[in-house]
């Protein structure tokens, strides 16, 4: 079984920052992309970031040139940094990754359970 793991969310101030980590743990064969991905009550899941396995990034028009998402292979952990936090950003954010358990094998999606990221003005 693949799991996935967020920290790093909690309450911040307008204007300040915050680092998300996502690790990925269990038997798998390799990662391909990963991303975040938030919810905000009343509103559908979005997508925020999204980095490849071979460093590619792509990023939501509301989070460009404030957040930056990175990932370190090696211990298949994904990190979405966030500056200049709005109360807009307040969230659920919840990490996905794109897991070949076999080389035989089309990506699966896992999800993370979640984490809370709280912006007050």
């Known amino acids: 079984q693949v799991q996935l793991v967020e920290s790093g969310g909690g309450l911040v101030q307008a204007g300040g920052s915050l680092r998300l980590s996502c690790a990925a743990s269990g038997s798998f064969f390799s990662i391909n992309a990963m991303g975040w991905y938030r919810q905000a009550p009343g509103k559908q899941r979005e997508s925020v970031a999204v980095?490849?396995?071979?460093?590619?990034?792509n990023y939501s028009d509301s989070v460009k040139g404030r957040f930056t998402i990175s990932r370190d292979s090696a211990k298949n952990t994904v990190y979405l940094q966030m500056n200049s936090l709005k109360p807009e950003d307040t969230a659920v954010y919840y990490c996905?990754?794109?897991?070949?358990?076999?080389?035989?094998?089309?990506?699966?999606?896992?999800w993370g359970q979640g984490i809370q990221v709280t912006v007050s003005s």
């Open positions: 980095i490849t396995s071979g460093g590619s990034t």
């Open positions: 996905k990754a794109g897991v070949r358990r076999s080389p035989l094998f089309y990506p699966t999606d896992y």
